[in-house]
């Protein structure tokens, strides 16, 4: 069944960038409305930021003007840059997705499995 597979997490100072990407785990023939979220410890799953199949983009108010999301259709990958990090953008960040497996199959709202982000010194 295909997944969506976020990388590049790590440990990060604050102030410094990470890029997290989002891709489905096999060839699908188009990744529509992508969405980040996270989870912190002890808090609930958040939206961090979305972008629609038409590119517009919303983001949640702890990370406007910060972070930016945006989409490669050439690729069906969707990346999340994250600048001026800080300790509480800790979390693990979960990529979800609505993906046209062929031109008339879509599956709604499949999620990866996060990847763990951590802002510290």
């Known amino acids: 069944q295909v997944q969506l597979v976020e990388s590049g997490g790590g440990l990060v100072q604050p102030g410094r960038s990470l890029t997290l990407s989002c891709s489905a785990s096999?060839?699908?023939?188009?990744?529509?409305?992508i969405g980040w979220f996270r989870q912190g410890s002890k808090k609930q799953r958040e939206l961090v930021a979305r972008?629609?199949?038409?590119?517009?983009?919303n983001y949640g108010d702890s990370v406007s003007g910060r972070f930016t999301i945006v989409r490669d259709d050439a690729k069906n990958t969707g990346y999340l840059q994250m600048n001026s990090l800080k300790p509480e953008d800790t979390g693990v960040y979960y990529c979800?997705?609505?993906?046209?497996?062929?031109?008339?199959?879509?599956?709604?709202?499949?999620w990866g499995q996060g990847t763990q982000v951590t802002v510290s010194s």
């Open positions: 979800t997705a609505d993906l046209l497996l062929t031109s008339d199959v879509i599956r709604r709202g499949v």
């Open positions: 096999e060839n699908i023939f188009r990744i529509n409305a």
């Open positions: 972008i629609l199949d038409d590119g517009t983009t």
